[in-house]
């Protein structure tokens, strides 16, 4: 069996089922914040509405956008267009760090606006920097990676370039960067989603 059939078909499997699990979990967790955000809204008190700050809606569009260049990133390892890989890889790593940008511009601008991290006067306030602030995490996590997977583009990139490289060796990196890409794809585009579905739940529960 080729070593890097082989790689995939040992790991592929097991690594899908894992971050599946991970995905799950973390469902389940925003799922937990939504619905004690809207059993604490119900209890009425001193729970104020009020609008999120346009700024947002950039951070949206990034995050989106970054999906776009990693689902290209991910098709050109498929085809073995090194060079494309890391600049789908690149641009996605940057929009994922500019999303953590306007997701903290947002959240000054709120400060501004009189809407604080504290349950006094309005606990309106605090639901929405834990719920975006929860999902900032798990982005910054997902740059983690993307950063991995961006430095191993361009060994694999520079290695390509030698006239030394042995086919073998070449599968095996191809095969890794594969995995990586792939499992990305997955858990970036479900962050993606995820915050989509963040947005509107917030932006029509808080008015």
């Given at each position: 069996m080729d070593v890097n059939?082989?790689?995939?078909?040992?790991?592929?499997?097991?690594?899908?089922?894992?971050?599946?699990?991970?995905?799950?979990?973390?469902?389940?967790?925003?799922?937990?914040?939504?619905?004690?955000?809207?059993v604490r809204k119900g209890a009425g008190g001193a729970w104020t509405p009020f609008d999120i700050p346009g700024i947002f809606k950039v951070s949206t569009l990034l995050i989106l956008l970054s999906s776009v260049f990693l689902q290209v990133a991910h098709i050109a390892n498929k085809k073995r267009h090194k060079l494309m890989t890391s600049i789908g890889l690149f641009f996605t790593l940057i929009l994922g760090i500019l999303f953590c940008y306007f997701q903290i511009q947002g959240w000054e601008q709120l400060t501004d606006m009189g809407i604080y991290l504290s349950f006094n006067p309005n606990p309106a306030g605090p639901f929405f920097f834990v719920i975006t602030f929860i999902h900032a995490l798990h982005v910054a996590s997902g740059i983690l990676f993307l950063a991995i997977a961006f430095i191993h583009s361009i060994i694999v990139l520079r290695k390509s370039n030698k006239m030394e490289t042995h086919l073998e060796e070449d599968n095996i990196q191809k095969g890794m960067l594969t995995i990586r890409t792939d499992l990305l794809l997955l858990f970036w585009h479900f962050l993606g989603f995820l915050w989509v579905y963040l947005y509107f739940f917030l932006n029509f529960n808080l008015k």
């Open positions: 059939v082989k790689y995939k078909v040992n790991n592929q499997g097991a690594h899908r089922f894992t971050m599946w699990l991970f995905i799950v979990t973390i469902c389940m967790v925003f799922a937990g914040f939504t619905s004690a955000f809207l």
